[in-house]
């Protein structure tokens, strides 16, 4: 018997605070050991070019995401990614759905919890480094958590005339990170775009990766001098390019990790100490990609 597969191409707008939720969940489940998260796995194309699975079991379903990076002769890569969810009674596929949105949308709201959970309660003042739709996803996540009264914005096209309501541009992005609470780097960048050794004791930094070899937003040799935590520790130690690098060079190792998200959200891990800046890395999860797919599942 044929399955007809539900196809959703266009990412529907989802209430902010659903999807937090939805995610505060599945991380919840992964520290209890009722979800399982294995690591990402990277093929390499003949010819050029990479595909990025990434799985996940929630429940009483499975994930795919596949994310393809195809060079081009002559013009920019083609990136796309799609997910399918599948359900492990049944073995039937539920749905795909092109991923490009929801990627965006998982990746800011995995920040947004950490920034939630990291940052001073006190926070107020706000960066984004970056002007794209992960800087304006986050900004949109950010201030789900936090009421942040000052906000200040950098990216070198950026303008006043096309930043969001109520964001300040900075001239510089150490000028928009200067005595920030919290900064979010939502770049493409594959080298350092703030200098840490400016940042003050409990600033929180987020990081997310990107398709570069080995990216990292901040100096690998910052690591020690920073409290760090990961979106997941049996994968983001081996995957985030600041951490393996800052590891390969004898700078720091992945026991001095402080935490993860499942452990942050259950209390498994302590909280920052207020003496140093900390670093928050996310390099992008399956679970996040099937939980957010599963919200599409039910009106």
Not at 91 to 104: E, F, K, N, Q, S
Not at 142 to 150: E, G, I, N, S, Y
Not at 226 to 236: C, F, I, L
Not at 238 to 251: D, I, K, P
Request: net charge negative.
């Amino acid at each position: 018997m044929s399955t007809i597969i539900p196809v959703v191409e266009c990412l529907p707008r989802l209430p902010l605070n659903r999807v937090l939720d939805t995610l505060r969940a599945a991380f919840t489940k992964l520290a209890e050991g009722c979800a399982v998260q294995p690591p990402q796995t990277l093929t390499l194309l003949p010819g050029g070019g990479d595909v990025i699975a990434y799985q996940a079991a929630l429940d009483d379903t499975y994930g795919l995401k596949i994310s393809p990076h195809l060079p081009q002769t002559g013009r920019s890569a083609v990136v796309t990614a799609w997910t399918l969810v599948l359900s492990t009674r049944t073995g039937r596929p539920l749905l795909l759905c092109d991923a490009h949105a929801l990627t965006v949308e998982r990746t800011a709201a995995t920040s947004a919890l950490a920034v939630d959970h990291l940052a001073r309660p006190e926070a107020d003042t706000l960066a984004v480094i970056g002007s794209g739709p992960q800087a304006h996803a986050h900004l949109r996540y950010a201030r789900a958590v936090r009421p942040f009264t000052a906000v200040r914005m950098y990216a070198p096209t950026l303008t006043e005339a096309k930043a969001p309501d109520g964001v300040t541009v900075a001239p510089r992005a150490e000028a928009a990170a200067a005595d920030a609470d919290v900064v979010l780097l939502c770049t493409s960048a594959a080298q350092p775009v703030i200098d840490t050794a400016a940042l003050t004791p409990g600033t929180v930094v987020t990081s997310i990766s990107t398709n570069a070899p080995r990216a990292h937003e901040i100096p690998p040799a910052a690591l020690p001098a920073m409290e760090v935590y990961g979106d997941y520790r049996p994968t983001v130690t081996t995957a985030a390019g600041e951490m393996v690098l800052a590891t390969e060079r004898g700078l720091w190792s992945a026991e001095q990790l402080r935490g993860d998200l499942p452990e942050l959200l259950t209390g498994g891990c302590p909280l920052p100490s207020g003496e140093q800046p900390v670093f928050f890395r996310s390099i992008g999860l399956g679970i996040e990609d099937l939980a957010i797919a599963r919200l599409l599942e039910r009106p």
